[in-house]
């Protein structure tokens, strides 16, 4: 992994084809673009902690896709993470890379994505998922309801 994603806030190689952070910078959009990445996934509001003011721009004319699906850090919704899965599913051909401003948001719905998409081990979702925070309890809500309503007991 190129020693420039490391230095960005809360990087974290999911696999080969996905990884996830915090906020880069524009500088560091470029180190996204040269690492190979094709799609970036914003999940930030506009108006988070360092968010870029022209980051679509930016992304763009570096010749990636952007795709901003803010969500509220107090009002995670199930709509939310399914448009998350949706763009993933949609660019599973692509390397990605998703951000939010901490990679807290990211690193949830990355979490449920792993074990309801990918089938990944739970155990290992939940390490990697751990490495950036313990979800708090509105966090722990929406990933123990998704969770319920995808696997029924």
């Known amino acids: 992994m ?3 994603l490391q230095q960005i806030y809360q990087f974290l190689a999911i696999s080969e084809a996905i990884a996830t952070a915090g906020q880069p910078t524009a500088e560091q959009l470029t180190a996204i673009q040269q690492a190979g990445y094709q799609v970036v996934i914003n999940l930030a509001l506009p108006t988070s902690d360092g968010a870029l003011p022209d980051e679509a721009g ?3 004319q570096l010749g ?3 795709i901003a699906i803010p969500v ?3 009002q995670p919704t199930p709509e939310d993470c399914d448009r998350f899965f949706a763009a993933l599913d949609q660019h599973h051909d692509q390397r990605i890379f998703v951000h939010c401003a901490a ?3 990211v690193s949830a719905f990355m979490y449920l994505y792993r074990r309801l998409r990918q089938a990944t081990d ?3 979702a939940q390490a990697d998922l751990q490495r950036i925070w ?3 309890a509105t966090w722990q809500a929406l990933i123990d309801g998704y969770l319920q309503k995808a696997e029924p007991s």
């Open 2 to 4: 190129p020693q420039d």
């Open 58 to 60: 930016l992304v763009r």
């Open 64 to 66: 990636m896709e952007y």
């Open 72 to 74: 509220a850090w107090e």
């Open 103 to 105: 990679n807290m948001r």
């Open 122 to 124: 739970e155990a290992i």
């Open 134 to 136: 313990q979800p708090n």
